[in-house]
C-alpha cells in the first residue's frame, strides 16, 4: 500500500468518526431542548388550569371566564343546573367557557325601579365582555408563562432552561390565540350544541334565528320577571309574620314547578322570609319525568328544610329516585310520615302521562285509587293532619278523614271548605307552569304560585295561611294576602266505626 493510500485511508476514517461525534452532539442538544419545549407545554397546561380564570361582571351578573388548552377549538357558556351550550366559534385549540355565578340583587332592583335601566344594561354588555375576555387573555399569558417557568425551574433547576420553557408556553399561547382571533366565526352563535336539561331549549324556546327576531319581546319578559323578584323582596319583607314562636309550624305549599328554575329563587326567597320550617311539594316537579332532568332535583339539597313531595304526573319513578337521593327529602308514596311535628299522608299520581305507550287511568281510575287510599288511612287508625296528594281527582275521598288536603295540577290556585269540615287547597303553579310557559307568551302569562301555611304546633290544625301571588312572563305584579282560618278546631266528618281490635281500648274512630 502506499503512502497516499494510507494517508487517504485514515483521512476517510477520521471523517467518519467526526460526523459521528457531531450527530451525538446534536442529537443531545436536540432531546434537551425537546424536553424544555414538553415542560413548557406541561407547566403552561397547569398554569392555564390553576389560574387561567376571571370573574368579570356582565350586565346584571358575575360572570366566571376561562381558557383551557383542547384540541378542539369552541366556546362553552355554562347554565346551571340546566347544562351548557356549546359554539364551535374557533379552530385554535383552546376552549373559552362562560359560567354565570351569582346574579346580583342589587341590579335586579335597578332594573325593577327604573324600566329604562334594562336598556342602558344591554348597551353595555358588548363593552362589559370585551373587558372581560381582555383580563382574561393578560391573566391567561401570566398563569400559563409563570406554570411553564416553574415547571422548567423544578425539572431542570436552571434558570435559562427555565426561561425556555416560558418562552415555549408564551409563543404556543399567543400562536393559538392569535389562529383563535384569525378563524372566529361570529355566525356559529346561530348553531349551539346543547347538553343536559336545556337540550330540550329548540323545541321549549324555539329557533336561535326566532330568538334573536322576537329579542326585544323577550328583554321585556325578562326585565318582567326580574321585576317580580325584587317586588316579592319589597312585600314579603314588610309582611308581619303570623305569631312568631315556637307554637307555630310554617309550612311553603308549591306544586307544578315543571322544571322552570327560576322557582328556585321564589322558594329560597320565601324560605329565608318567612323562616318556614319545611317545604311541601303536590308534584310535577319535573316537565317528561326523563333521566337528564334528575339533576334538577339536586337543588332540593340545597334548602336547609326539609321537602316533603309527591309524584305528579309529568313525574317518572326515575324522578321519585332523584328526589329520595336528597338528604332532606320527605317522598310520600302511600306512607304516613310525621315530619316536624305534622303528620302527613301521601301517595303519587298513578299516571305518567310523558309516556304514550303507557296505559294510564281515566279519572274513574284516579278516584277509585283514592278510594282505595281513603280506606287504608282509615283502617290504620291514623290521626292524618295533612294529606298530600298531586290532584284533587285522588284526593276527593279523603273528604272527612282529615281536616286539611294539599294538592296541584290544575295551574291555578282554588279552596273550599266542605260540609264535613276538610279545607281542600289547590295550589297554583309556583314554575308559572314550568319553561313550556314561555310559548304562551306576554298575553296568556300563569302566575308563579305559593303559599306559606300557619298550623298550631300542639293540634296540628291550620290557623292561617298567605297566598302569593306573583304575574307570570311579562307582568310585574305581586301580591301576599292574609287568610285566617275561621274555624280552626272544627270537628272533620262522619268517618266510618271501625271495630275495635284486641288490645285497643274504647274502640274510638281514629
Known amino acids: 500500500m502506499s503512502w497516499e493510500a494510507i494517508r487517504g485511508h485514515d483521512f476517510r476514517g477520521a471523517l467518519a468518526r467526526l460526523r459521528v461525534a457531531l450527530d451525538r452532539v446534536r442529537a443531545g442538544r436536540a432531546w434537551r431542548w425537546g424536553c424544555v419545549v414538553a415542560a413548557g407545554l406541561v407547566g403552561g397546561w397547569l398554569g392555564l388550569a390553576l389560574g387561567g380564570q376571571v370573574v368579570t361582571p356582565i350586565g346584571p351578573a358575575d360572570v366566571t371566564l376561562g381558557l383551557t388548552p383542547q384540541w378542539r377549538g369552541e366556546t362553552v357558556v355554562d347554565v346551571a343546573p340546566l347544562g351548557q351550550l356549546a359554539f364551535d366559534t374557533h379552530s385554535a385549540p383552546l376552549k373559552l367557557e362562560a359560567t354565570i355565578s351569582d346574579i346580583r340583587l342589587s341590579a335586579a332592583q335597578e332594573m325593577f325601579a327604573d324600566p329604562e335601566a334594562i336598556n342602558r344594561m344591554a348597551a353595555g354588555i358588548g363593552s362589559d365582555l370585551r373587558d372581560g375576555v381582555v383580563a382574561l387573555l393578560v391573566r391567561a399569558v401570566l398563569a400559563a408563562t409563570l406554570g411553564a417557568a416553574l415547571m422548567g425551574l423544578l ?102 314547578i315543571q322544571l322552570n328554575p327560576a322557582s328556585w329563587s321564589i322558594i329560597r326567597t320565601l324560605q329565608e322570609q318567612y323562616g318556614v320550617d319545611m317545604v311541601v311539594d303536590s308534584g310535577d316537579l319535573t316537565d317528561r319525568g326523563s333521566a337528564t332532568e334528575d339533576v334538577f332535583a339536586d337543588e332540593i339539597g340545597k334548602l336547609d328544610v326539609p321537602y316533603v313531595w309527591v309524584r305528579g304526573q309529568h313525574d317518572s319513578m326515575g324522578t321519585q ?190
Open 155 to 256: 425539572l431542570f433547576r436552571s434558570a435559562g432552561r427555565a426561561a425556555g420553557s416560558a418562552a415555549a408556553s408564551l409563543a404556543v399561547l399567543v400562536a393559538s390565540g392569535a389562529a383563535a382571533a384569525g378563524t372566529f366565526n361570529p355566525s356559529a352563535i346561530a348553531e349551539p350544541r346543547y347538553t343536559g336539561l336545556i337540550a330540550g331549549a329548540p323545541q321549549v324556546v324555539g329557533s336561535a334565528e326566532e330568538v334573536v327576531g322576537r329579542f326585544s319581546q323577550y328583554q321585556e319578559q325578562l326585565a318582567g320577571l326580574v321585576g317580580n323578584v325584587a317586588m316579592l323582596y319589597e312585600a314579603t319583607s314588610t309582611l308581619p309574620v303570623y305569631e312568631e314562636d315556637e307554637t307555630v309550624i310554617r309550612v311553603l305549599h308549591v306544586s307544578d
Open 321 to 510: 329516585r332523584a328526589v329520595e337521593a336528597q338528604s332532606n327529602s320527605v317522598v310520600l308514596d302511600g306512607a304516613v310520615e310525621e315530619v316536624g311535628g305534622l303528620t302527613f299522608y301521601g301517595s303519587g299520581d298513578p299516571r305518567f302521562s310523558p309516556d304514550a305507550t303507557r296505559l294510564n287511568p281515566d279519572a274513574a281510575g284516579v278516584a277509585a285509587r283514592g278510594e282505595e287510599e281513603a280506606g287504608e288511612v282509615i283502617g290504620s287508625r291514623e290521626d292524618v293532619d295533612v294529606v298530600l296528594m298531586h290532584t284533587r281527582t285522588q284526593a276527593e275521598a279523603f273528604d272527612g278523614v282529615a281536616p286539611l288536603v294539599l294538592t296541584g295540577g290544575d295551574h291555578l290556585r282554588s279552596t273550599e271548605l266542605t260540609d264535613l269540615g276538610t279545607r281542600f287547597l289547590v295550589q297554583g303553579s309556583t314554575g308559572g307552569a314550568g319553561l313550556r310557559g314561555l310559548d304562551h307568551g306576554p298575553d296568556r302569562p300563569t302566575p308563579y304560585q305559593a303559599s306559606v301555611l300557619y298550623f298550631d304546633a300542639e293540634s296540628g290544625r291550620l290557623q292561617a295561611r298567605d297566598d302569593v301571588d306573583l304575574g307570570g312572563i311579562g307582568l310585574t305584579s305581586a301580591q301576599v294576602e292574609r287568610h285566617i282560618e275561621g274555624e280552626p278546631d272544627r270537628p272533620v266528618g262522619d268517618r266510618p266505626q271501625v271495630p275495635a281490635t284486641e288490645g285497643d281500648g274504647d274502640g274510638r274512630t281514629p
